[in-house]
């Protein structure tokens, strides 16, 4: 059987087919292609090195898009089929969701905590350059292209997939559909010593049972006792997803020696008032609560700069600042239980 590599044209994302279809115009995105690991972050180029090590022709590969530019307009024959008679640019965006979420943060700070939340947490700060150095790779962050050639350096975590699940599980169990008002409720009744779990745990990731399988660790870490207890399962959730972020935002502030004031919460996790007052609470910082739609919003705020020459980040954040409301959190910090969230990992 032929490599695959060696019988291959052209390597594309799928971001990148998706505007190859719409334009006959090839190009690697750079936040989506930056994931791939043949990208030198800090030329934001493919990297030869990388390629000649795994025996890649960098022949597979387009030019690198830039955000804001227009790669291109709709073919006509689509044009015709949908009956439009004036040309459609396709302008370039992060096709990353991740990076589109982080280009919709309402700040003028420089500096700032983000969590991407969604079915996975992306917890991470945006940088000028990348940040290459033992204390990255030791805590697990990556970096990766973002916006306008900045870059963030984040950690992939598991997000609201877990506490989805419990709700799917306890609908099920009660035989009717809950709200997520009632499950805070359930969660609010577990007093005491709250039981922990390592969110990242591969055992947590597809579980036959997600509740059964938290209910299990916690029996066997001699956490909790007896039946199953659906509010002591949701709090356990909430508190280790918090103490999860707390966790990898002080692992950012010791890799590049820096303290962070705020943490911006974009996409649907942003509506979880639970973990949202509790991150506030195990980091001691301020939490704002942004737009659900926040890569949506990022996706379209990039395409002005191709109708607008001037239009910078800072611009784009300011139009999306004066756009969307936003809640904040605040509290007083209560590390204790991060400590000891610590000694699961």
């Not at 700032?112 to 962050?141: M, Q």
């Not at 997520?180 to 036959?208: K, M, S, T």
Request: charged share 25%.
């Amino acid at each position: 059987m032929p490599d695959l590599f060696s019988i291959a044209d052209k390597f594309l994302m799928i971001p990148d087919i998706l505007n190859y279809f719409l334009t006959g115009i090839m190009i690697n995105e750079p936040s989506e292609f930056s994931t791939s690991q043949l990208m030198d972050v800090r030329t934001k180029k493919i990297s030869p090195e990388t390629c000649k090590k795994f025996n890649i022709d960098t022949k597979l590969f387009s030019e690198i898009g830039e955000h804001g530019k227009t790669i291109g307009n709709v073919r006509k024959n689509i044009l015709e089929e949908i009956e439009i008679d004036y040309d459609i640019p396709v302008i370039c965006v992060p096709s990353h969701d991740t990076a589109s979420a982080v280009t919709a943060i309402p700040t003028q700070e420089d500096s700032f905590v983000f969590i991407s939340s969604g079915t996975w947490s992306l917890i991470g700060t945006e940088l000028d350059e990348p940040k290459i150095n033992d204390d990255t790779l030791n805590a697990r962050l990556t970096n990766e292209v973002s916006a306008f050639n900045k870059s963030t350096l984040l950690k992939n975590s598991a997000g609201m997939f877990i506490i989805q699940r419990i709700k799917q599980e306890f609908d099920a169990a009660m035989n009717r559909t809950s709200t997520w008002d009632e499950l805070d409720e359930l969660a609010d009744l577990c007093q005491g010593d709250i039981p922990l779990f390592n969110v990242n745990d591969i055992r947590f990731f597809n579980p036959y049972k997600m509740s059964e399988e938290i209910w299990r660790y916690l029996l066997e870490t001699n956490q909790v006792s007896g039946q199953l207890d659906w509010g002591t399962v949701i709090k356990s959730v909430h508190e280790s997803m918090s103490c999860s972020y707390a966790v990898t935002i002080e692992d950012l502030e010791k890799a590049l020696d820096k303290e962070f004031h705020s943490v911006y919460i974009v996409g649907g996790g942003s509506k979880n008032i639970a973990v949202n007052n509790l991150t506030a609470k195990r980091t001691g910082k301020k939490v704002i609560a942004c737009s659900k739609e926040s890569t949506a919003l990022g996706n379209i705020a990039t395409q002005l700069k191709a109708f607008d020459e001037s239009m910078t980040l800072k611009k784009i954040r300011k139009i999306i600042t004066n756009s969307i409301s936003v809640k904040e959190y605040t509290a007083e910090k209560d590390s204790e239980i991060v400590e000891r969230y610590r000694t699961l990992l």
